[in-house]
């Protein structure tokens, strides 16, 4: 056993982690009155702390959040009517633009070869699939970062 | 199977319904964690109105950001570190200390003078002392810093280990580990203090 004794953060040690204190500082704490007096007074500061009531709120704070939570199932209807209002708009403008264009459309087609032809149609097509899809994945990534990440 | 693993399965399956729009999945959360964040919220934010503000600032902060949660950590955990960082910007914000100087040496004066006193020098005034321990305590503990409290709090209340702690707090385990010391000690001298003032 030493003589000299030890510090308080070998009690500590001691207290709260006896595994890894050095046995010097075992042997000394068991034999040395003061400082087993020491880790008995830290033994009940740690039982006053455990014992201690737990604070809480006077309001049910789960209610309350999820009463402010925003409505996931509002936000995909949105989603959705607003995806309608573009189709419903683009099929308004294509269906304006054939019936006001009728005649100069049939002069075309008379003069165009229908191989031509297609290759018009699918060609437009393709483009306004991938416009359609690239704005959409745009939008999403907007919202995303918007809502869900700070 | 272990705890951990228990865990983290429990976590996905909540964090998972939560981002498919259940809302009561999400109440569950709240409830899981809602000790750890009442006592962190209440050792860093004195102010009774700022805290339930902050309360209900920080869930909507975890709701917001539960999406890039990558279960690295528990939830509640990661909760915790939502609720410590969102108190240390409300002390900012208020330019309050996160530990005070009086806090982080020893009471100089008082140990010089009385190094060899102890709490009790008997049984009886070891039992009378332990009535009035948790008043005083409870006293006490308030009276130190904001980040004494809650290390205080976190390890001998709620019963975190030191890794799960410097995840919440972002303090290397050392320095948890090296604050706590101080706070028990600080704790332990002004006790002594307050019950000699009271004894004599």
Known sequence: MIN???????????????????????????????????????????EGIEQLEKPAFDFALADLVVEQ????QLRARFDSLFLYIIAFVVISFVATALYFFKDTRLNLAWKTSPASTGLIITTVACIGIFLLADLFRKYQRQMHAANFIE | MNNT?????TDQALVNKVLRGH???????????????????FKMVANNEDRRDLAQDVYLKVYQKLSGFKFKSKLSTWVGQITYNTCLNYLEKKKLV?????????NKQFETSKNNTHLFSNETEKLVF??????????????????YKTLITLYHNEDLSYSEIAQ?????????????????KVLRERLQLTYKTQAS
Do not use: W
């Open chain 2, 98 to 106: 996160l530990i005070d100087e009086h806090d982080s040496g020893a």
């Open chain 2, 23 to 41: 809302t009561n999945a999400f109440k569950a959360i709240v409830k899981h964690t809602e000790g750890l964040v009442t006592q962190i919220i």
């Open chain 1, 69 to 72: 939570l925003p409505q996931p």
């Open chain 2, 130 to 147: 332990t009535k009035e321990l948790s008043q005083i305590l409870k006293k006490e503990i308030d009276n130190l810093s904001p980040l």
């Open chain 2, 5 to 9: 693993t228990e865990n983290t399965f």
């Open chain 2, 168 to 184: 919440i707090t972002e303090l290397p385990e050392g320095t948890v580990k090296n604050y706590l010391f101080r706070a028990r």
């Open chain 1, 4 to 46: 000299e004794h030890v510090t308080d953060m070998e009690i500590q040690l001691f207290i709260f982690e006896e595994e890894k204190c050095a046995i010097h500082v075992v042997e000394h704490i068991k034999h040395c009155p003061q400082c087993a007096i020491k880790a008995a007074e830290y033994n009940v500061l740690v």
